[in-house]
């Protein structure tokens, strides 16, 4: 059954929104097209703003990339930002409208019926700029394009190569998925007018289909970690924050609690209720204090309380190059690490001597390395120090945030012109 319902994902991922690609590509009524040159007189006269639209229909209103990252620095350079996304009302925060979307039961329900309310509120608000996140849009960003909006697509994830990943696919059905996919990706890709990355590594890939693509990697928002607790304060205890799946390590990091006289602070949403089920039938489970979702500020609060941050990833394509930003996070609050031994992940510990990585299948490893971490308080403590001083000096997103602003700012001046 869980097989099944693996493929039946990928189906609406991949094949569904294909068709749709096909659907939709039918004329536009040249009535629909936006009348761009009162807007662009207004702008250059300084009496409107640039209008912008992020849109999600799979992540959380407030995820980190989304909201407190780009919508909030667009907010804080003057534009006039509305997020779409899934939240119980409308309102303003921290300078964002959030338009909300309703809750889903299950992904067909959000392939079709979010998706397309998504569309229906994103015309209504007849902004200027369109930003989206999800994959599954990008048939409607692509009838966004057809009608005269400009559009931009933010790859978070290498798509195909994530596909390659899915358990529930075997041998060469992935090959298959991943392949089809991945045409259609590109072939949307060249349509739109900015691609943004979260990776470098995804930034290349999108290069070769689109001319205007940058990165803007996900690096921590360092004003959250201007201050730590003190060291000596903290709890001799480990914490893991994020998404919660087989393939990020639960299982293994659950199992190597085991081997190991700690408590895990363990925060985030489960990728399944069968899996939570799982995990929590594990004799590790009794010693994790689990917090579920949490905000921000707790978020700051659980990295402040403990000493190791850990971030076990499995062997992935779609993982062995994506840069580590909750290992950024954990660094930036002063934290030693246990990470995985990719080799883009060891170059970053070993450069900053932040930490230790590991073989992240295999529990007792991992959990000989936290033993070794909590048993060496002093150092520890150098670790979270080096860290915390290279992440500060290397990785912010204060950086990253210009070269959003400035892709912004193009817009801006390509709709001037045009008065």
Known sequence: MKVVIGRLNLYTMVVIPIFMLFLNNSRVDKTQVDKLDKKAQEIREGKAKLRICHITTAHPCFDIRIFYKECKALADAGYEVYLVARHDKEEVVDGVHIIPLPKVKNRI?????????????????????????DPEFIPKALKLKRLGKRVIYDAHEDVPRQIMSKPYLKGFSREIFSKVFEIYENYAARKFDVVITATPYIRDRFLKLNPNTVDVNNYPLLDEFTSVCDWDKRNNDICYIGGISKGRGIIELIKALEFVDTTLHLAGGFESRELEEEVKKLDGWKKVRYYGFVDRAKVRDILCSVKVGIITLHPEPNHIMALPNKMFEYMA???????????????????????????????????????????????????????????????????????????YKNFNSFIEVLA
């Open 109 to 133: 329900e959000r392939m079709f019926f979010l998706v397309n309310k998504a569309f229906e509120i994103a015309l209504k608000l007849n902004a200027d700029v369109y930003h989206f996140h």
């Open 333 to 407: 609050a002063g934290l030693a690490i246990v990470a995985s031994n990719f080799p883009l992940w060891e170059e970053i510990i070993n450069k900053s001597g932040c930490g230790l990585s590991v073989n992240p299948l295999d529990p007792e490893a991992i959990a000989q390395k936290i033993r070794y971490l909590l048993e060496n308080d002093e150092l520890a403590r150098k670790m979270g120090e080096h860290g915390r001083k290279w992440i500060f000096e290397n990785y912010s997103w204060g950086k990253e945030s210009e070269k959003l602003k400035e892709v």
